[in-house]
């Protein structure tokens, strides 16, 4: 029973490899069949590959697609959008949007959009609500990248219910190139030194390659700051550049307020960059010196303020007033040393002749001891010589 068992199971591994060998044989030799033996080939290996994945439909040079679960969907109703073939960990944005995205970001549901971050191998799988987009169909599921790179994709979808129309003719015509070196012109003003939106001017000089004019050409216009993608906005050109001719596009330029640092400025045409050119936006130190003096004097304010409410609020002591006004009249007339009115008996200074006096009477001070009559002056100190007492009238006893 154990030599059986292991003979069928050898028989079983035989059969198994020559299936797979024959399935890498019609793998191989598929291209090279004639249509009508691929077509009867082709059961047979779906039938001996039962497990293998559906195809997934990948552009032939390489760029990222995006494949949806339903091709049409009503609003209030949802879409799974898979995509491969995008940048490991890149953050991707997903958008409706009408006219096949001719008009840019301007013609998609951008308030019912999603973000999404591709896994380690460049694929994702997320769901997208579904909105009407500001124009109508044919619509498109746009995919972006928001970071690194830039990088799109989009795949046809149809909103149910939302009109249709067909897309605007094109204006232009012609193939745009630029001919000489771009240039940003202009200057930063007192009010960008305090925060305010930095301005410049692109200046370009294209040729038209075409065999038709470019009239009002549509450029889009994007700057980038560090490693995020640009953020594209559409600007209209007024003119018209003859085939086989040149002229000088001046489209402006603006970037958000408070924005510093080294910045990209890119220009396209018709889905292709045509310029890309460094702008280096200084930073904003009248911001950085506001906060600086207000950090300062907010403190200071509410300090003297807090002082001053502490300083009327307070019960006056008297020990605190003689400290506060020593050294100068108290009010009503009247000083702090004897606290009566100048003039009256008993001043300051007849208190000191007074004290002088009875010195001298006791006897404890000398008549050349300057010091002890400190009021009087050389010339008017009375001498030591001159007598005074009165002399006896005479005939008294």
């Not at 049409?72 to 953050?91: F, I, M, S």
């Not at 046809?156 to 240039?183: I, K, M, S, Y």
């Not at 004097?297 to 001053?308: D, E, L, Q, Y």
């Amino acid at each position: 029973m154990l030599r059986a068992a292991r003979a069928v199971a050898c028989a079983v591994r035989r059969g198994r490899r020559r299936a797979a060998a024959a399935l890498v044989l019609c793998l191989a030799l598929a291209p090279a069949l004639p249509p009508a033996a691929a077509a009867q080939a082709a059961p047979y290996v779906a039938a001996h590959a039962p497990h293998a994945s559906a195809p997934y439909a990948t552009a032939a040079d390489g760029k990222p697609t995006v494949r949806l679960s339903a091709k049409e969907a009503g609003k209030g109703g949802t879409v799974t959008v898979t995509g491969r073939g995008w940048r490991p960990k890149a953050l991707l944005t997903l958008l409706i949007c009408g006219q096949n995205m001719i008009g840019g970001t301007n013609a998609c549901a951008n308030g019912d959009g999603r973000a999404v971050t591709t896994d380690a191998h460049g694929a994702f799988r997320r769901e997208l609500p579904v909105a009407e987009p500001p124009k109508p169909c044919p619509c498109v599921v746009h995919v972006a990248t928001v970071t690194g790179a830039a990088a799109d994709a989009q795949a046809p979808f149809t909103v149910a219910g939302h009109p249709v129309a067909p897309l605007p003719e094109e204006r232009t015509g012609g193939r745009l190139a630029v001919v000489a070196q771009p240039r940003l012109t202009g200057s930063s003003n007192l009010l960008t030194w305090f925060g305010a939106p930095a301005q410049r001017e692109l200046r370009v000089t294209v040729g038209n390659l075409g065999s038709a004019p470019a009239r009002d050409p549509v450029f889009q216009i994007g700057t980038s700051h560090g490693v995020f993608a640009p953020q594209w906005a559409e600007q209209q050109w007024r003119g018209t550049v003859p085939a086989g001719k040149k002229a000088e596009v001046r489209l402006p330029v603006e970037l958000p307020a408070g924005a510093h640092g080294d910045y990209l400025v890119s220009l396209k045409y018709g889905g292709k960059v045509l310029v890309e050119q460094p702008w280096g936006v200084g930073r904003p130190w009248g911001v950085t010196l506001f906060w600086v003096l207000l950090c300062v004097v907010v403190p200071t304010a509410v300090f003297r303020i807090g002082m001053a409410v502490v300083d009327r609020v307070r019960p006056h002591l008297p020990g605190r007033d003689r400290g506060r006004f020593a050294g100068r009249p108290r009010p009503g007339g009247r000083t702090h040393a004897a606290g009566r009115p100048p003039g009256a008996a008993g001043s300051g200074k007849r208190i000191r002749n007074r004290t002088a006096r009875q010195r001298a009477g006791d006897g404890t001070g000398t008549p050349d001891d300057s010091g002890a009559l400190p009021w009087f002056t050389p010339d008017t100190a009375p001498s030591t010589t001159t007598s005074t007492e009165r002399p006896t009238s005479k005939g008294s006893a």
